[in-house]
C-alpha cells in the first residue's frame, strides 16, 4: 500500500492561502478520479478541489474555518498496491508515483458548506417534496451544484441518490419539480398557529405528508416563541469573513481622506440616449457605467500614482502600467469586485459587454477566480440607492477609489443661467500616504470634466 499526501494546489494569480469552508468526503471514503474533495475559499471566491486520481482517503488536515497556505497538506490517500512508478514527496519518507494537478471549479456561493444555523430558535429547514431531511455537507459535483443553484434549490434538503451518498443532477431537478407542485396547489390557511377567543393555540400534531404545509407559518411561529429562543448564530466564515478582513486591512493600512464634487452629466445622459439603440443592435446594454470606466482609465494616464501601490517593505512606490478596473457589486452574497481587465484597450462597446458578462456572472453566482483579482482601481456605484454621498473604503492594496450616486436633477448655472441639470455626486477616497489632497483633487476634476463634456472622452480614448 501506498501513501500520498495531496497539497493545495495554486489556484489563482497570487493566492497564497485558502480557508477551508466545506470538506466533502471523510476518512475510509473511497474515490475516483476528479470527485470532488473539499472546499476553499481564495480571496472572495469559492473553488472545489477535486482528486487528481483514484485511492481510499486516510486523513483530512484542517478543520472548517481553517486557513492553509498553498503547498501545506490537505488529504492523506492510500492509494493500493498497484501504484505506479514513484517518486519521493516531502521529508516523511513516503513516494508516489508523478500525479496530474488536482482541478478546481470556482464559483461564488450565498450559503457555504458547514454554514448551518445554530441555536435553539433555528430548526432546520424542511424542504416541500422531502419533509425532514437536512445535510450539512452533502456530496455532489461542481456540474451538479451549478445546476442547484441555477434552479434555487438547497442541494442541503436534496436526498441522494448517487453513489456514496452523492446528490446528483437528477435529485435536483426532481427535488424541484416536487417542490413547484407544491406552490403550486391552491394556498391554505397556516396550520402552525390558530387564533381564538383566548388567543393563540398550539396547532395539532401534523403528520410527516402535511409537515411542509407547516413551512409558510414558521415565521409567524417565531415571532411568539419565548424571549431568548429568536437568536440565531451562524460561522462568520466565507464571503463574509473574507470581506471582514479585506475592509479591515484597508481601514487600518490605508490614510484615507474623501473628496466629494457635483458632476452636471446633462450632455452624458443625452450622448447615452443617442448610442443606446445602436449599443442595443449590437445586443448590449450601455449603462453610464462603460462611460465612468472609460473617464477613469484617461484619469489616471494623467495621474499615474493614483494607478499605484506602495510596497511598505521595499520602501517603494509601484507604478503599475496596465487598467484593471474594478466594478464593485454588492450581490446576496456580499461585496464582491469583478474586473474590466485591459479597460484601456476596450472600446466604449466591449467595455459595456465585459461589464454587461460581469454582472450576470456575479448575480448567478459562476464568477470565476480570474474575474475578481487583479485590479487597479476600483469603482464602486449604488445606482437608484445611491444617497448623497459616501466615504468608500479603498479597496487595498490599490491608493484610491471612487464612488458613484444616483443622477438627480438639480438647479445649476450655465451661462449665468440657473437651469435644471441632470447632477450626479462623486466620492473618491484616497490613501494620503502616497496621495496628497491637491492630486486627488486635480484627479477627481479630469474625471468629471470627462464626464461633463464626454466629446473630450472620445478625443482623449486609446
Keep these: 500500500m501506498a501513501r500520498w499526501e495531496f497539497k493545495l494546489p495554486d489556484i489563482g494569480e497570487g493566492v497564497t492561502e485558502g480557508e477551508i469552508v466545506g470538506w466533502l468526503i471523510k476518512p475510509g471514503d473511497s474515490i475516483k478520479?476528479?470527485?470532488?474533495?473539499?472546499?476553499?475559499?481564495?480571496?472572495?471566491?469559492?473553488?472545489?478541489?477535486?482528486?487528481?486520481?483514484?485511492?481510499?482517503?486516510?486523513?483530512?488536515?484542517?478543520?472548517?474555518?481553517?486557513?492553509?497556505?498553498?503547498?501545506?497538506?490537505?488529504?492523506?490517500?492510500?492509494?493500493?498496491?498497484?501504484?505506479?512508478?514513484?517518486?519521493?514527496?516531502?521529508?516523511?519518507?513516503?513516494?508516489?508515483?508523478?500525479?496530474?494537478?488536482?482541478?478546481?471549479?470556482?464559483?461564488?456561493r450565498e450559503t457555504l458548506p458547514g454554514m448551518t444555523q445554530l441555536g435553539r430558535g433555528a430548526p432546520a429547514p424542511l424542504p416541500a417534496a422531502h419533509p425532514g431531511y437536512f445535510n450539512a455537507k452533502p456530496l455532489a459535483t461542481p456540474a451538479t451544484r451549478r445546476t442547484a443553484r441555477e434552479m434555487s434549490v438547497d442541494l442541503r434538503a436534496v436526498?441522494?441518490?448517487?453513489?456514496?451518498?452523492?446528490?446528483?443532477?437528477?435529485?435536483?431537478?426532481?427535488?424541484?419539480?416536487?417542490?413547484?407542485?407544491?406552490?403550486?396547489?391552491?394556498?391554505?390557511?397556516?396550520?402552525?398557529?390558530?387564533?381564538?377567543?383566548?388567543?393563540?393555540?398550539?396547532?395539532?400534531?401534523?403528520?410527516?405528508?402535511?409537515?411542509?404545509?407547516?413551512?409558510?407559518?414558521?415565521?409567524?411561529?417565531?415571532?411568539?416563541?419565548?424571549?431568548?429562543?429568536?437568536?440565531?448564530?451562524?460561522?462568520?466564515?466565507?464571503?463574509?469573513?473574507?470581506?471582514?478582513?479585506?475592509m479591515s486591512r484597508s481601514v487600518h493600512t490605508a490614510a484615507h481622506f474623501t473628496f466629494v464634487e457635483e458632476c452636471d452629466v446633462t450632455r452624458l445622459k443625452d450622448?447615452?440616449?443617442?448610442?443606446?439603440?445602436?449599443?442595443?443592435?449590437?445586443?448590449?446594454?450601455?449603462?453610464?457605467?462603460?462611460?465612468?470606466?472609460?473617464?477613469?482609465?484617461?484619469a489616471l494616464k494623467k495621474h499615474p500614482v493614483l494607478n499605484a501601490t506602495l510596497d511598505v517593505e521595499a520602501n517603494e512606490i509601484v507604478y503599475r502600467k496596465r487598467y484593471d478596473i474594478g466594478i464593485a457589486a454588492s450581490t446576496a452574497r456580499g461585496l464582491i469586485v469583478p474586473v474590466v481587465g485591459g479597460a484601456d484597450r476596450r472600446s466604449l462597446l466591449d467595455t459595456a459587454r465585459e461589464i454587461e458578462r460581469l454582472a450576470a456572472d456575479a448575480k448567478a453566482g459562476r464568477s470565476r477566480a480570474e474575474d475578481l483579482t487583479g485590479s487597479t482601481f476600483t469603482i464602486t456605484s449604488l445606482g437608484a440607492q445611491g444617497g448623497l454621498f459616501a466615504t468608500p473604503i479603498i479597496n487595498f492594496p490599490e491608493v484610491a477609489i471612487l464612488g458613484v450616486h444616483q443622477i438627480k436633477q438639480r438647479p445649476v448655472v450655465r451661462d449665468g443661467q440657473i437651469v435644471i441639470g441632470e447632477v450626479m455626486l462623486l466620492s473618491l477616497s484616497f490613501d494620503h500616504r502616497i496621495v496628497d489632497g491637491h492630486v486627488g483633487a486635480a484627479f477627481a476634476y479630469e474625471i468629471i470634466g470627462l464626464l461633463e463634456d464626454p466629446d473630450r472622452l472620445f478625443l482623449e480614448m486609446t
Design 271 to 298: 450622448l447615452r440616449a443617442r448610442l443606446k439603440p445602436q449599443a442595443e443592435a449590437a445586443g448590449v446594454k450601455l449603462s453610464f457605467l462603460p462611460f465612468i470606466v472609460k473617464a477613469c482609465v484617461c
Design 159 to 246: 436526498p441522494p441518490t448517487g453513489p456514496q451518498g452523492r446528490v446528483t443532477r437528477q435529485d435536483v431537478e426532481v427535488f424541484a419539480r416536487a417542490g413547484q407542485e407544491l406552490a403550486d396547489r391552491p394556498p391554505r390557511a397556516p396550520l402552525a398557529v390558530q387564533e381564538g377567543a383566548e388567543g393563540p393555540a398550539p396547532a395539532p400534531a401534523a403528520s410527516a405528508a402535511s409537515r411542509a404545509e407547516l413551512v409558510p407559518a414558521a415565521p409567524r411561529a417565531r415571532e411568539i416563541a419565548p424571549e431568548g429562543e429568536l437568536d440565531v448564530r451562524v460561522p462568520f466564515a466565507g464571503v463574509r469573513r473574507k470581506i471582514s478582513e479585506k
Design 33 to 108: 478520479e476528479d470527485d470532488p474533495m473539499v472546499e476553499i475559499m481564495t480571496d472572495k471566491a469559492t473553488v472545489t478541489i477535486t482528486s487528481p486520481r483514484a485511492g481510499t482517503i486516510m486523513e483530512t488536515r484542517g478543520a472548517v474555518g481553517q486557513v492553509v497556505e498553498v503547498h501545506g497538506v490537505l488529504v492523506v490517500f492510500e492509494l493500493g498496491s498497484a501504484a505506479p512508478a514513484e517518486r519521493s514527496l516531502g521529508t516523511n519518507g513516503h513516494t508516489v508515483k508523478d500525479e496530474p494537478a488536482a482541478t478546481a471549479v470556482g464559483d461564488i
